[in-house]
């Protein structure tokens, strides 16, 4: 079973909205809420980019191409984070990722899924 396990992925048009949710079903509760858990992605032909992290100890942050349309929450009880995406561009368009930093120091990706939004 993977660490991590993104769903919510799909095709919109823009303008649109989708939400992500990446769950830890092999972490218990603690090491869960220790991590810092972060969403990145990765548009056709670009690097990966950081989208939003969000910090064990409720910290958020968000890159400069999605401050305003995206928002990050988690649910410590459920181990999930999820990327509400509203306002959604053809520039959005990419593999999200989900990202654990664990407070061991032990990372780990989820297998990516695509957003594809249409102009």
């Known amino acids: 079973q993977a660490q991590l396990v993104e769903s919510g992925g799909g095709s919109v048009q823009a303008g649109g909205s989708l939400r992500l949710s990446c769950n830890a079903p092999?972490?218990?509760?603690?090491?869960?809420?220790?991590?810092?858990m972060a969403w990145y992605r990765q548009p056709p032909g670009k690097e990966r980019e950081l989208v939003a992290v969000?910090?064990?100890?409720?910290?958020?942050n968000y890159g400069d191409a999605v401050k305003g349309r995206f928002t990050i929450s988690r649910d410590n009880s459920r181990k999930r984070v999820y990327l509400q995406m509203n306002d959604l561009k053809a520039e959005d368009t990419a593999v999200y990722y989900c990202?654990?930093?664990?407070?061991?120091?032990?990372?780990?990706w989820g297998q990516g899924t695509q957003v594809t939004v249409s102009s």
């Open positions: 990202y654990q930093h664990r407070q061991d120091g032990q990372t780990f």
């Open positions: 092999r972490n218990i509760f603690s090491t869960f809420s220790a991590s810092d």
């Open positions: 969000s910090t064990s100890d409720r910290g958020v």
